[in-house]
């Protein structure tokens, strides 16, 4: 059974920095484009970052570029978002999904994967 497990969320105050994992029981993690989406209260779910297949793709939403980095370890079948500078609007939860090959799409709907998610919590 395909499963996404993310940990690494907590409460932190606003400059500090979490590390978010993401562990994929997938057997061709490899072949997987990886995405971050985050939803706070009230507000739809968004686009937060993601990673190709390959590694060689990142793409960020605007809000988080130059603050956050995901990258991936395919020995460990793991994704990763290092977040850095974080605000209190990065308060949400952030699920961690994935799609088979493809490139590192925005929308979650061409996404067919997801984690439970892991809630961030930024404090002013």
């Known amino acids: 059974q395909v499963q996404l497990v993310e940990s690494g969320g907590g409460l932190v105050q606003a400059g500090g920095s979490l590390r978010l994992s993401c562990a994929a029981s997938i057997r061709t993690f490899s072949s997987y484009t990886m995405g971050w989406f985050r939803q706070a209260p009230g507000k739809e779910r968004e686009f937060v970052a993601a990673i190709s297949w390959s590694g060689s793709m990142p793409s960020y939403a605007d809000f988080v570029k130059g603050r956050f980095t995901v990258s991936r370890d395919n020995a460990k079948n793991t994704v990763y978002l290092q977040m850095n500078s974080l605000k209190p609007e990065d308060t949400g939860v952030y699920y961690c999904?994935?799609?088979?090959?493809?490139?590192?799409?925005?929308?979650?709907?061409?996404?067919?994967?997801w984690g439970q998610g892991t809630q961030v919590t930024v404090s002013s």
């Open positions: 999904t994935a799609r088979l090959l493809g490139g590192t799409y925005s929308q979650p709907g061409e996404y067919t994967i």
